[in-house]
């Protein structure tokens, strides 16, 4: 068996797409199939070469599918064989790049070699130039990311000496691998780098003289058995893309003294004389990488890769084929399964990208309001949607801190999760500059993200990056991400928020992943998610106590939970208790203020003090429309209307398809005595959540004020159903029933929300509203035990219309000042009926 026989091996052979192999399917090999390799059960062959065979297997340790790689019987024996297989483990597990296989592991089990790696499901560029042309602006995407590969490895010393298209694999959502470097080298001049002795003696042995390599893509020096460096590199991937994109051969290969074929001397034909729709500048960087003598070729991949860059991101037209925006190829279940932590530019590579770069005007755009849409979760596995759904939240809010800056709140950018509306479509529906997006890759405890911004009216990409850490330093990622988002749209950053921006502690990963749980159950509401959200909370808070933000989530569930399925007193302690910790651990987080803001207000009954903490909230976080609205019910109960409004609008603005914002809106309308503006905000909030419990309660008590009763009643009812546990719906129905003359139905519903009351909390000032108008001495009682515990709503009382009948009642002005409700917050004129 000759040397070149025997070292070309590709793992584009023996990692082939899940459907080919379908079709292609033979009997399983009597070898191996059914056994277990250390903690590999083996499944299936992929395919052998002269260098080795490759079997799918199950880590039975991990769960996951992986490729394993055995040296033949037959040469496992053999000395060099042997070196040759350990030499391409040890070059590629010593490189960390998103476009390289991943290497798992080099092992040894009664005698068998193996290499354990990355479980690639695609098809390899030759596969893929075989099936169809690809277009220039594919082919550009591709370079791209080998570019990128091979600067990686060229950093760590290493040249990988045959770049084909049998070692590039083109996985199904356009992440791009560079396999085998079983003919690596450790060049001359990076030999005193730091590196480990295995890696330095397993890939430096390779003599001069010695010609290793694909003799169609060999550069001359190479071909020649001369010394070698990274430009060889630059050479084979010229090569490839000439051939990528004239679909032929540069040059035809001539025969030397040796027996081995090198590049002839002759002029490479113009690749736009075969395809004019190359553009020059492309074909100028062709030529540049086959240039006989490196010194006139790029100096290295690194710089060949900024000119790709470029191409990519400049005005410069690439004609493709008209298609719609879509990936390459239809992602399976399979493939998404394999994919692990290496994810890269995806977004680049999809021809509306492409199509957005060539249609770029002239200068930057302006910039002022964005919306980062829902992360894509590249795991496969739906389990996992709640850490994608985190990080989609972690970088909404870390960018909503720039007050000069319009970020659209969670709420809204994911309802266009899994939308299928274009880019402009969005950013006109959310009235935003431009739009986020990217995907998120997590394995074990690294996470990979990758993001692109882009310039929604044209459609542009203006950026795009990707980003790899440790669990433990996630938080520094969504820094690091938003930061560089800024710096990209030039907005004017306070030196606060620069601050504010940057800063970014160490976490436990696990208690990362709890508090992301917990928030992922918050969002939900329900008085079960809330319970839930508490839990992982407190789960998280375990793991690392000084993690202020689960703190602030413990206070702010409970909050949320006061007065609905909690006594006000057990939930606000514990609410108070929470955010006060929080504050001790970390006094500059916005989201700390405002849960310390609603304690002060709904326990406390301390207006100062709660103003001063939403100040303070609004300054360290003017993007977040929780805080805006929140501050808004602040000044409603106050009686500042006007300025609660505004903070409505804000949130509103902020958070556009917000059921939250909406209901809250309708709130304080209905607090201002602006019924129907406060019915016409509850219909359209309902229109995006027909089953939104608060709404359709505040909608009744809308309708009761306007004396639509009929209308009242039925949105009680749509309240129930859509609620059972809550008490609000069963309220408005028996005050609705009693004003239509239904006074036995009235009696019966009020009957089993007091059979509730015995079996379950219901707040006092609910029982109390429910008997506003049949018996207004019984709501002074009830109005009176809310007080005693204290119910937190009641800052409400001088707001809400539903007592306006009892303000003259000296037992009702003795609340009033008991709870300590500003001077200040008298109410509109009472309405009339």
């Avoid at 042309?133 to 760590?156: K, M």
């Avoid at 040796?258 to 729709?277: K, M, N």
């Avoid at 007065?563 to 609410?575: D, L, S, W």
């Avoid at 219309?801 to 009892?806: K, N, Q, S």
Wanted: aromatic share 6%.
């Amino acid at each position: 068996m000759d040397a070149s026989s025997v070292l070309v091996l590709s793992y584009a052979v023996l990692c082939i797409s899940q459907v080919s192999r379908t079709r292609r399917a033979r009997p399983p090999e009597p070898f191996m199939i059914g056994e277990t390799i250390s903690h590999y059960r083996v499944l299936e062959k992929l395919g052998e070469g002269g260098m080795g065979i490759v079997y799918k297997a199950q880590d039975s340790q991990l769960g996951r599918h992986v490729a394993l790689k055995f040296l033949p019987q037959q040469t496992a024996a053999g000395e060099d064989a042997l070196k040759r297989f350990e030499r391409e483990a040890c070059a590629a597990s010593s490189l960390n790049h998103p476009n390289i296989l991943t290497i798992y592991e080099i092992g040894e089990d009664r005698d068998r070699h193996f290499i354990a790696a990355e479980l690639v499901e695609g098809e390899s560029l030759r596969e893929r130039m075989r099936r169809e042309h690809v277009e220039p602006h594919e082919a550009v995407t591709i370079a791209l990311q080998v570019a990128s590969a091979l600067a990686a490895a060229h950093a760590a010393g290493i040249v990988h000496r045959d770049i084909k298209p049998e070692n590039i694999m083109l996985r199904p959502d356009g992440i791009v691998k560079l396999l085998d470097f079983g003919l690596a080298k450790l060049t001359d001049q990076e030999r005193t780098a730091p590196q480990s002795e295995a890696l330095t003696e397993a890939i430096s042995r390779t003599e001069v003289g010695t010609v290793m390599g694909t003799a169609s893509y060999m550069s001359p020096e190479q071909a020649r058995g001369s010394e070698v460096d990274a430009r060889t590199d630059v050479y084979a991937l010229g090569a490839v893309l000439y051939e990528m994109t004239t679909d032929r051969w540069y040059s035809q290969p001539a025969s030397t003294s040796r027996g081995v074929e090198e590049p002839s001397a002759q002029t490479v034909i113009s690749p736009r004389a075969l395809d004019v729709r190359i553009p020059p500048e492309l074909e100028r960087m062709i030529l540049k990488c086959l240039q006989r003598s490196p010194d006139d070729r790029y100096a290295s991949a690194r710089e060949l890769e900024a000119d790709l860059r470029r191409l990519i991101t400049s005005s410069v037209s690439v004609p493709a084929v008209p298609r719609p925006r879509r990936r390459w190829f239809a992602i399976t279940g399979a493939a998404l399964g394999a994919l692990l932590l290496a994810g890269v530019l995806i977004l680049l590579l999809k021809p509306g990208a492409w199509r957005r770069s060539s249609s770029a005007p002239a200068g930057p755009p302006r910039i002022q309001s964005l919306v980062v849409l829902p992360l894509e979760n590249l795991s496969g596995e739906p389990t996992q949607d709640y850490f994608t759904d985190g990080m989609t939240d972690e970088l909404i809010a870390r960018l909503a801190k720039i007050a000069a800056l319009r970020v659209i709140s969670r709420t809204s950018a994911m309802r266009y999760k899994g939308s299928k509306k274009s880019l402009p479509e969005i950013a006109r529906e959310l009235e935003v500059d431009a739009v986020v997006e990217g995907s998120v890759l997590r394995s074990r405890d690294r996470v990979r993200i990758n993001v692109e911004l882009i310039h929604a009216p044209s459609d542009r990409q203006l950026w795009a990056e990707g980003y790899e850490r440790d669990l433990r330093d996630v938080l520094a990622l969504q820094s690091e991400v938003a930061s560089a988002i800024v710096r990209e749209i030039r907005i004017k950053v306070a030196p606060e928020e620069q601050t504010q921006l940057a800063r970014a502690r160490p976490v436990t990963p696990e208690a990362y992943e709890l508090y992301l749980r917990g928030r992922a159950s918050w969002n939900r509401l329900t008085p079960e998610s809330l319970q839930e959200a508490v839990r992982y909370f407190q789960q998280a808070i375990e793991k690392d106590k000084e993690y202020a933000l689960a703190y602030t989530g413990v206070a702010d569930s409970y909050v949320q939970l006061a007065g609905r399925v909690v006594p006000p007193a057990e939930a606000m302690a514990k609410a108070k208790s929470a955010a006060l910790r929080a504050l001790e651990l970390n006094d500059s987080l916005g989201e700390v203020h405002a849960s310390l803001a609603q304690v002060k207000l709904f326990y406390d009954f301390d207006w100062p003090g709660a103003g001063a903490e939403f100040k303070r909230a609004t300054q360290l976080n003017s993007g977040n429309s929780v805080v805006h609205q929140t501050h808004g019910l602040f000044l409603s109960s106050a009686g500042r209307f006007d300025a609660a409004l505004a903070e409505a609008d804000r949130a509103l603005e902020l958070d556009p398809l917000s059921t939250s914002a909406g209901c809250i809106r309708g709130r304080l309308l209905y607090y201002a005595r602006r019924y129907d503006e406060a019915i016409a905000q509850y219909k359209k909030t309902l229109e995006l959540d027909p089953n939104s419990a608060g709404s359709c309660a505040w909608l009744g008590y809308a309708y009761l004020e306007t004396s639509r009763l009929p209308e009242a009643a039925a949105a009680a009812r749509q309240a129930m159903d859509a609620s059972p546990n809550e008490a609000q719906g069963p309220a408005v129905l028996v005050r609705a029933y009693v004003r239509m003359g239904r006074k036995a139905e009235a009696q019966k519903v009020l009957q089993q929300l007091l059979q509730k009351s015995r079996r379950q909390f219901v707040s006092p000032y609910n029982l109390a509203v429910a008997y506003i108008g049949s018996d207004n001495e019984k709501a002074l009682r009830r109005l009176e035990e809310a007080c005693r515990e204290p119910a937190g709503i009641l800052v409400f009382l001088n707001a809400d219309p539903a007592f306006d009948g009892l303000r003259s009642d000296l037992r009702f002005q003795d609340l009033v000042r008991r709870i300590g409700i500003p001077a200040g917050g008298s109410p509109p004129e009472p309405a009339r009926h």
